[in-house]
């Protein structure tokens, strides 16, 4: 494509548009006060955005107790994890950072977006004042990892290493945290916070990714078992709320189970928040098959391609490239429902945060804590979209 | 594509031999869990999961370290003193009021303490009530300018309470025996409740008496308020377990008595050592100095020791959490002593 742009740029004189005069007056007199109207509304909202900040900035510079937030923080981050295996959690934030790092070095765009905005995280972890020391050694170690990363992944020539680390990440990052026989068993019960919340989002996004591929493909089989095993399967899931799917995972996957096997609660929610968000990835990805001509199919049996070969080597990555919003959106709303599990006894952030403020020496501040923890999903989720429209960008969605 | 009858027949067979399995299951595994010998689990597994709430002031909440506490979780200590003869051999379940008792009922938790109301449907589904930790009653609240000083004044009012509780329906029964109208604004969860009410949105609001003391100090002007002398409702607060295991239930129920008795004979956990050479053949009972009484329950002999040297008597537990020291300084009323005017009583050690 970039070619054919050159030559055409060659062959044709192109004009320029002409340049704005871009001051502020003008710009300003253009947008905000062209005609009476206008400078009415201009007026009359600056008034009552003034007001509305000036109440909201109030409350939480003079009015609101933070203390609250900063004496929970280690609670709201990461549960009731014990402190004397606390650096396991760190652990797996360093290792988190060294990958990032590298890997904003090799690839260049939306990695390093990314990687800024995790160094930017922990800058500000940094330049908290009541974060304990250790946890600040951590993240000055991961800062300085990331960094070094970036660099290094520019000079080494360590794609294929990275790729594979970060498939190995997950395994490693839950060995870590549970310990599994050779480091001191932490339960799950004691894992909580915002921990548990990105634990249960990533699980369930990227489990339930490869599973509503294959459901969406399954729907579209030629064979009637498979297709109507997915299509009763995505409707059946579609047609229940999350929550009584939740409900069912945490009383009612024991009494099925019997006395014999014991999956504990964190896992039993991970299981049930994958099986309902792959029936929606499902439909997702079948919009995106549907969206692909059939002269694709055509042409890629004309071309000798073995069904599997063409699914995914030719319609799959168009298909799923088509449906990136959509995936995106899926993503961010399960990462927003994780927090559906504080009704099923999980303590994520939210639930801990309704959890400290009833605390008897801090009750009647939700509010603060309330707050923070809008915060902590804002920040994560307006990084999720921004991903999915860098990515949108560099694959060129939405301009075919 | 052309459809054959043959493979949408199979599909059809496939599915409802899943489900058929998937059912088969479901029953066998259910009768096992009816026959479970909870007990032995709890000895095998080596500690007591018990069932609270985290987000009662008082009576079971986080701590700022992370740890629970409360007057229900000290009941869970005791247990778990009293079996393992180690107050922390404890994992608590933090559980919603919705699924409180389906937990016990499907073995998820040995033992429910979380200010639960002790009631004929809720003991008729295959649970077994200890004896009462905390007998409760619910009040109401209002401003004091309002001039209402008596359920009679509320005609009219608006009301404020927490939907889907005992509360909720005690009050409109009240109401509709004395043949007040009143308005009821129902909220989910207390907070709502509270700060509606902070507003002046409503005129009354309504929950167990505990907790409306428990709020009254974090009011803006706590002096501004006061708890209607009447009580509408009996809450007597009581740990659940599941009726399948009588062992369980006994030991269970006589730990809470333990901590009774030890109150009745002023034991505490500070002076436990001066009754250990005593003289009073009841005292040697119970502490375990002679006869056998914790064999029969299946614990060891010395199993009050435990509970009150870890934990303490009913007494020491409730100023822990809700006496004069805390913001809640709630009088003990009828959680007394028999001797002392109160309901607390516990059959002899013997």
């Keep these: ?400 | 594509m052309k459809k054959s009858p043959f493979f949408l027949l199979f599909t059809f067979m496939m599915l409802s031999a899943a489900i058929l399995i998937g059912c088969g299951e479901e029953d066998t595994a259910s009768d096992e869990t009816a026959d479970g010998n909870v007990f032995d689990q709890v000895v095998s597994r080596g500690h007591v999961v018990a069932g609270v709430n985290s987000d009662l002031p008082g009576f079971g909440y986080l701590t700022s370290d992370g740890t629970y506490t409360g007057f229900d979780v000290d009941f869970a200590k005791a247990i778990a003193a009293a079996v393992f003869g180690d107050a922390e051999a404890v994992e608590y379940r933090p559980l919603s009021a919705q699924e409180r008792l389906t937990a016990v009922q499907t073995g998820e938790v040995d033992v429910l303490l979380r200010n639960t109301t002790n009631t004929l449907s809720r003991d008729a589904i295959g649970l077994h009530f200890a004896p009462t930790t905390f007998y409760d009653g619910q009040g109401i609240m209002v401003r004091k300018d309002s001039g209402i000083t008596s359920l009679e004044d509320l005609e009219g009012a608006r009301i404020a309470v927490d939907t889907g509780t005992t509360t909720e329906m005690n009050l409109a029964d009240t109401f509709r025996l004395l043949g007040i109208d009143y308005e009821p604004i129902v909220f989910d969860g207390q907070d709502q409740v509270v700060a509606s009410y902070e507003q002046g949105s409503v005129d009354a609001w309504t929950t167990d008496r505990s907790g409306l003391v428990a709020r009254l100090d974090t009011l803006a002007n706590p002096d501004d308020h006061f708890i209607l002398p009447e009580v509408i409702s009996k809450e007597p607060l009581a740990p659940v377990v599941n009726s399948s295991d009588a062992i369980w239930y006994d030991i269970v129920k006589w730990v809470v008595y333990a901590t009774i008795q030890a109150e009745e004979f002023g034991i505490t956990s500070s002076n436990i050592d001066d009754f250990m050479d005593s003289e009073n053949p009841e005292i040697r009972r119970f502490l375990g100095l002679e006869g056998e009484l914790g064999e029969e329950l299946g614990l060891d002999n010395d199993f009050v020791v435990n509970i009150i040297k870890q934990v303490g008597n009913y007494g020491e537990i409730y100023e822990r959490h809700l006496g004069p020291d805390t913001i809640f300084n709630l009088e003990r009323g009828v959680n007394s002593l028999w001797t002392d005017g109160g309901l607390l009583y516990s059959p002899p050690f013997r």
């Design chain 1, 1 to 400: 494509m970039g070619v054919n742009q050159a030559d055409i740029m060659k062959e044709t004189t192109v004009l320029q548009a002409p340049k704005k005069n871009r001051t502020v007056q003008k710009w300003l007199k253009d947008n905000m006060f062209s005609s009476w109207l206008n400078t009415f509304f201009t007026i009359a909202l600056t008034i009552l955005l003034f007001f509305l900040f000036k109440v909201i900035l109030s409350w939480v510079l003079f009015s609101a107790d933070w203390t609250v937030v900063s004496v929970h923080l280690k609670l709201l981050l990461a549960g009731q994890y014990p402190n004397a295996e606390l650096w396991r959690v760190f652990l797996c934030i360093f290792l988190l950072s060294l990958l990032t790092g590298f890997s904003s070095g090799i690839w260049n765009g939306t990695m390093t977006q990314l990687g800024l905005f995790f160094a930017g995280l922990l800058a500000l972890c940094l330049a908290l004042p009541f974060v304990s020391v250790e946890a600040k050694i951590w993240n000055a170690a991961s800062l300085l990892v990331l960094v070094c990363g970036y660099f290094g992944g520019k000079k080494l020539p360590l794609k294929k290493t990275v790729l594979f680390s970060w498939l190995m990440l997950f395994p490693v990052t839950i060995f870590l945290l549970s310990g599994f026989g050779i480091l001191p068993k932490v339960g799950t019960n004691l894992w909580g916070g915002f921990l548990l919340t990105l634990l249960l989002a990533v699980v369930a996004i990227v489990a339930s990714f490869p599973l509503g591929v294959l459901l969406a493909l399954g729907r579209r089989s030629r064979l009637p078992a498979i297709k109507y095993f997915c299509v009763c399967y995505i409707e059946f899931i579609r047609g229940i709320p999350l929550i009584t799917i939740l409900y069912v995972a945490q009383l009612m996957v024991p009494l099925f189970l019997g006395q014999g096997i014991e999956l504990n609660n964190a896992v039993r929610a991970m299981i049930g928040m994958t099986l309902f968000s792959a029936a929606y990835l499902a439909e997702n990805v079948r919009g995106g098959l549907q969206s692909i001509p059939s002269g694709q199919y055509e042409a890629s049996h004309a071309l000798g391609f073995s069904t599997p070969l063409m699914t995914f080597f030719i319609i799959l990555p168009q298909a799923l490239r088509a449906v990136i919003p959509a995936m995106v959106g899926q993503f961010i709303a399960i990462f927003k429902d994780t927090t559906l599990v504080t009704i099923v006894g999980i303590i994520d952030i939210l639930g801990m945060a309704q959890n400290v403020a009833k605390n008897p020496t801090f009750l009647g501040k939700e509010m603060e804590l309330f707050l923070f923890v809008a915060a902590v999903f804002f920040v994560f989720c307006s990084m999720l979209s921004y991903v999915s429209r860098r990515l949108e960008r560099s694959l060129g969605v939405g301009e075919r």
